[in-house]
């Protein structure tokens, strides 16, 4: 332990890739994600550092939600030339596809799931729950951020289209990637304005 009470777990080899890191909602494991000109590594470590298990995945891919036993994750499958929405069971080291869509964010614990659906639903994403992918259950501008365990309650960050027409001329309703001020955003359960916004998900309980 340092003076300050931080352990030391995992050291940077290759300054040129910085990886990112994840821990898991039981605690005692850790994810580190590492980019490649080609593709990422992903290393599962205890707390000591120790690597528990790895894997290769596509460059554009990306965690959505990791327990330390199981990782929730997009890839795209070369073959099909598509996103797939994954489930890596660690310890087994198995890997199961659960729906071939888009997936941004996800939750184990509170059953979500959403997906980037812009190009078909009016450049709205789709909610769904992580048992039952291919219903929707909702469709909303907001790009969620966090949710809490019951799924009841949302965080997340939306643009209006009229806010983008000034940065994306032409392309007003390509909004969540517009970082625009003074932007303002409703959708089922709530409605706000500045940035973020704290939303009840009343089809999600």
Not at 48 to 61: E, L, Y
Request: overall charge positive.
């Amino acid at each position: 332990m340092t003076a300050s009470g931080a352990k030391t777990v995992a050291r940077v080899d290759e300054p040129y890739y910085y990886p990112r890191y994840y821990l898991s909602s039981s605690g005692w494991r850790l994810l580190e994600v590492t980019d490649s000109d080609d593709e990422e590594h992903i290393r599962v470590l205890d707390l000591n550092g120790k690597q528990i298990a790895d894997k290769r995945v596509q460059v554009g891919s990306k965690v959505l939600d990791f327990t330390g036993k199981r990782m929730l994750y997009r890839d795209w499958n070369l073959r099909l030339n598509r996103y797939e929405v994954r489930v890596w069971r660690i310890d087994e080291n198995k890997v199961r596809k659960v729906v071939a869509r888009n997936g941004i964010f996800g939750d184990f614990s509170a059953d979500a799931l959403v997906f980037d659906d812009r190009n078909r639903t009016q450049y709205k994403l789709t909610w769904s729950k992580l048992s039952r992918p291919a219903q929707g259950i909702w469709n909303s501008r907001m790009e969620p951020t966090a949710i809490n365990p019951t799924g009841k309650r949302v965080v997340g960050i939306a643009w209006t289209g009229e806010a983008a027409g000034s940065c994306r001329s032409g392309v007003p309703e390509t909004v969540p990637y517009c970082p625009a001020p003074g932007y303002q955003a409703s959708f089922p359960g709530t409605s706000f304005s500045g940035g973020a916004g704290l939303s009840g998900s009343p089809r999600m309980r």
